[in-house]
């Protein structure tokens, strides 16, 4: 090959390709970025403490997506390395894993093309990239590339491709031992990355014989120790599904016997089929339930038991038989077909996945080889112009992915999405009341968790939480309360849950029972700030100010940009007799947030305990600047003035107080006060008896009356 004068034209073009490979892959994942952590990337992620170190990423938890995967758990402490709680350093470790795989696509291809047929030899760099491009840029490769946890199956897929694209190198060029070598390496590093590389070692070997070697007994007796070491990578698999039990949702889900999976998967694999080639009405979540047997689905087994039945027939005549020439064409596409089958297997044949008998992501790898076939075969039809046809799909299809991007971007309508294609989805409903809490929209994140009900009474996972959470931000803690306390039996060890727990008790006035469940939160997550901030809160409540400090302290140093735990802190320290100290934090609070109107009404309660006349009315009417409808400064600032001896302003800012609580009695009778010092007898009468109105018992404003006369 090197001494092909063609070479260094051959080498320009292998560059433009990868290149091109790149740029695409790059503009149709770039808007990728602006996902959040959806669905189980909050377990398998968010929650998952194993990422914080590297000593502990080889041993992620169980009950999550990465149990069993300690390399794809260790790619994501990586991630987490890279941009610690934010997503897009674990976009960033997504693309770069799909774009390898892409450019293990089109070497696979190109030279394989270069193996198997002499006809295609010249075409082999522009055929192999025109399906890398399209492949690397398809919409539904969005579930492996821009949905977080899923990158375990766009990182096997990298594993898979690169220990065949090394073992095509070993055999068709220079530095072959050192070639085996990577192959292993990457095999193994597949098993321990998830369950699908299972068929690897099986698939080099039916590639060495179909392309390389004249019969399966020759290619194992010339690689007997490379194929040894394949083999034996099947014990790494076996020890991670051994510690890896456990992926599985908290809530209730039905049993799926084997029988009604393989009918779902007949109904499953067309369809994505037909997304492969129309990518219209993708579905982020199919649910857990399996699809029955019927006509459809009867067709769909029989095809697919067909085309498994020719490419097993296939493979058995090329096994009784040595070739010294190129595969046959039959051939060829029967490795083709084998691949397909063999990746998805695992997930889509006979052993259920009872959480998810239907995903898009399984089709990761596996479009590799629907597109290559798709793509011979145009070639085959129109010739050279088949390769401008493909860049014009892939422009289309690039242009669906961003679009689909979009949508995963936005958490309510990816969700709306999901329940409008598959209404009957119980789990796309609880997903959607959670993205409404998300957003603040409670009372329809109340009206999707009842509407999960309706579908599937037994799938409670996450209803009561949702509720619960959202019934508190109505104000509605004692409702509340009941529904969290039964979330925490699904979830006893959700810190979030507990931290809402507490939240329900200190607006029911319960700080005593609200440090217990803040304190059993900061013991499941001892580095939330939030958590830290509201035991403190409520230490100080229940006059346990001394405990509350050391909480402040921490939480001012997890998050030293949250201007609201400076305030709490300045608002327990003037609480407890420290105007001065909680001056500091008010100012330190209102440097990190310029447009807090808490932060400077703090100041002004500060410097009113100070006796700062002139300051306290300067941070009082900043906060009144900020935010009009703060009736408590109006009312302190009434106060101060009255105190400076300029009752006509107190009297105003008494009246713009009772403007914003015109049921308040008492603002009502220090309104009549301040009005009486001011010689305005009639309507000082007029403000006490509507005082009185409103609370017959306030002795002042009776008093009040009872000076001023009829």
């Known amino acids: 090959m090197d001494s092909d004068p063609n070479a260094t034209l051959r080498i320009r073009w292998v560059w ?4 091109a490979i790149a740029a695409a892959t790059l503009l149709a994942f770039v808007n990728s970025f602006q996902i959040p952590f959806l669905f189980d990337d909050i377990r398998g992620v968010q929650r998952n403490a194993s990422l914080s170190h590297f000593s502990t990423a080889f041993a992620p938890p169980t009950n999550s997506s990465v149990a069993g995967r300690p390399i794809a758990n260790a790619t994501f402490a990586l991630s987490h390395a890279l941009s610690g709680p934010a997503a897009w350093g674990y976009h960033a470790v997504n693309v ?31 055929l192999a990239g025109c399906t890398a491009i399209v492949w ?17 199956e766009a990182l096997v897929s990298f594993f898979y491709l690169g220990a065949l694209y090394a073992f095509i190198r070993a055999a068709t060029g220079r530095r072959g031992t050192l070639w085996l070598g990577v192959s292993v390496v990457a095999c193994a590093l597949g098993m321990a990355s998830k369950e699908v590389m299972v068929s690897a070692p099986c698939i080099i070997l039916l590639y060495d014989r179909t392309f390389v070697a004249r019969s399966f007994r020759s290619a194992l007796m010339s690689r007997r120790l490379y194929y040894s070491a394949l083999a034996a990578t099947w014990l790494v698999l076996a020890l991670c599904v051994g510690t890896g039990n456990g992926r599985m949702d908290a809530g209730v889900l039905p049993n799926i016997s084997p029988w009604s999976y393989l009918v779902t998967q007949a109904t499953a694999i067309p369809h994505y089929l037909r997304l492969v080639f129309w990518p219209a009405g993708q579905v982020f979540d199919y649910g857990y339930k399996t699809v029955p047997l019927t006509a459809i689905s009867a067709v769909g087994l029989v095809v697919l038991a067909s085309a498994a039945g020719w490419i097993a027939w296939q493979i058995l005549r090329l096994s009784n038989r040595e070739t010294t020439t190129r595969p046959r064409s039959s051939e060829a596409l029967a490795f083709v077909g084998c691949v397909f089958f063999a990746v998805l297997a695992p997930s889509s044949s006979i052993v259920p996945i009872p959480t998810e008998p239907m995903a898009e992501h399984r089709m ?62 119980a789990r796309a409903w609880a997903n959607l009341a959670h993205a409404y809490a998300d957003v603040g929209r409670w009372q329809d994140a109340i009206a999707a968790s009842e509407r999960q009900l309706q579908f599937d009474p037994k799938y409670t996972l996450d209803k009561d939480a949702t509720i619960g959470r959202s019934l508190l931000e109505l104000h509605d803690p004692a409702a509340a309360l009941p529904h969290l306390l039964m979330a925490l039996r699904q979830d006893p060890v959700s810190f979030e849950l507990f931290n809402y727990v507490g939240m329900a008790f200190s607006a029911l006035r319960k700080p005593v029972d609200a440090v217990q469940a803040y304190e ?29 400090w050391p909480h402040y302290e921490t939480a001012a140093a997890l998050d030293p940009s949250d201007a609201h735990t400076q305030i709490k802190w300045g608002d327990a320290l003037l609480r407890t007799g420290n105007p001065r100290e909680a001056m500091a934090h008010y100012q330190k609070a209102a440097q990190l947030q310029p447009q807090s109107a808490e932060a400077y009404f703090g100041i002004g309660s500060a410097a009113a305990q100070l006796q700062l006349g002139s300051a306290a009315i300067e941070a009082f009417g900043r906060a009144l600047e900020l935010d009009p409808q703060n009736g408590a400064a109006h009312h302190n600032l009434a106060i101060l003035f009255m105190t400076l001896g300029r009752p006509r302003e107190g009297i105003a800012e008494f009246r713009a107080a009772v403007r914003l609580a015109p049921q308040s009695a008492k603002l009502h009778a220090e309104l009549a006060m301040a009005l009486a010092e001011g010689q305005q007898t009639v309507e000082a009468r007029q403000e006490a008896t509507d005082a009185l109105r409103l609370d017959p018992e306030l002795s002042d404003a009776r008093k009040l009356l009872e000076a001023i006369g009829p």
Request: charged residues 15%.
């Open 364 to 425: 990761y790898l596996p479009l590799a080889a629907v597109l290559i076939v798709a793509v011979l075969a145009l070639r085959r039809v129109v010739g050279r112009a088949a390769y401008i046809g493909t860049l014009l799909v892939a422009v289309g299809v690039a242009t669906a992915t961003c679009a689909r991007n979009d949508v995963l971007a936005a958490p309510v309508k990816l969700w709306l999405d999901v329940t409008t294609r598959r209404p009957e989805n």
């Open 520 to 548: 059993t939160a900061l013991g499941l997550n001892p580095k939330s700030a939030t958590v830290h901030a509201n035991l403190a809160n409520n230490l100080v409540a229940a006059n346990r100010a001394a405990e509350a």
């Open 96 to 126: 770069a894993i799909h774009l390898g795989a892409a450019l293990l696509v089109f070497g696979v291809i190109r030279r394989t093309v270069m193996l198997a047929t002499e006809q295609l030899r010249t075409d082999a760099t522009l």
């Open 16 to 19: 433009l390709m990868g290149s």
């Open 136 to 152: 690397a840029v398809h919409p539904l490769q969005t579930e492996s590339v821009s949905y977080i946890v899923q990158r375990t």
